[in-house]
């Protein structure tokens, strides 16, 4: 998998373009174009989440690495800057590893189809994100944040696990109109109080193995496909009112 975000340039012209954000082959696929052992030819860079350019000259090009990457942070100063100038015009076909994000002001991810899964572990506030209409084909990773609120999921289609596991309390926890295809981790909640997953539909498993206590679970109104495990037992999601 190559470094998010991925395109390519030419030293000579330094015309940028970009097809697919998480694979630079598949950008030199659809245009027709090659890397080549020669002066000048089309070079792959990388843009990364924590504002870092690595272009990959060649020594026979017009431009030296550290020139290259100036010229691409002329035209995009952060990388937040380059997404939003891409974001609606390329394809992400793989996952999205973005834990050197530290605050999600700024990027927007709604009506996004992401081919691979989401990890934003370095998040510990959801403030800024929206993630509203975006299509995720694998999990969905928000293990750093301490607090639900601001957090939206809503018509968010997450094909594969969606893990909270650093939420200690479920207070402002709004999974309404979530579709979830596999399981939903939330084992950092030691109590059920304030827990409502009223509308969310989950295809696998509920894992809330930090509970001690199922006093006060109630699941009514969630869709669970198969089993819920509550501090390392399973049992059938039926007997706390969910749909199963």
């Known amino acids: 998998m190559c470094q998010f975000a991925s395109g390519i340039m030419n030293p000579k012209t330094l015309e940028v373009k ?6 630079h082959s598949a950008t030199y696929k659809h245009f027709r174009l090659k890397d080549l052992p020669k ?18 000259v060649n020594e026979l090009d017009d431009l030296t690495k550290e020139q ?5 942070k002329s035209k995009w100063p952060t990388f937040l800057d380059f997404w ?23 990027f927007d991810l709604s009506g996004c189809n992401i081919g691979g899964y989401l990890c934003l572990d370095g998040l510990t506030s959801a403030k800024g994100l929206d993630l509203t209409g975006c299509n995720i084909g694998g999990g969905l990773s928000l293990n750093g944040l301490t607090s639900a609120k601001g957090l939206d999921l809503s018509g968010c289609n997450i094909g594969g696990d969606l ?9 402002g926890l709004d999974l309404s109109g979530c579709n979830i295809g596999w399981g939903l981790c939330l084992d950092g909640l030691t109590a059920a109080k304030d827990l409502d997953l009223t509308g969310c539909n989950i295809g696998g498993y509920l894992w809330l193995d930090g509970l001690t206590s199922a006093k006060g679970l109630d699941l009514s ?19 706390f009112g969910a749909n199963s």
């Not at 970009?18 to 694979?23: E, F, G, L, Q, R």
């Not at 002066?39 to 990959?56: A, G, K, M, V």
């Open 18 to 23: 970009v097809y697919d954000i998480t694979s």
């Open 39 to 56: 002066p000048n030819s089309w070079r792959e860079f990388h843009y990364l989440p924590d504002n870092t350019i690595e272009c990959r």
């Open 68 to 72: 290259a990457n100036s010229y691409i």
């Open 84 to 106: 939003k100038e891409f974001k609606g015009k390329c394809i992400i076909s793989d996952a999205l590893r973005l834990n050197e994000l530290a605050s999600a002001k700024g």
């Open 163 to 171: 893990y909270l596991n650093g939420l200690t309390s479920a207070k």
């Open 221 to 239: 109104g969630c869709d669970i496909g198969r089993s819920l495990s509550l501090n390392g037992k399973w049992h059938n999601p039926k007997e």
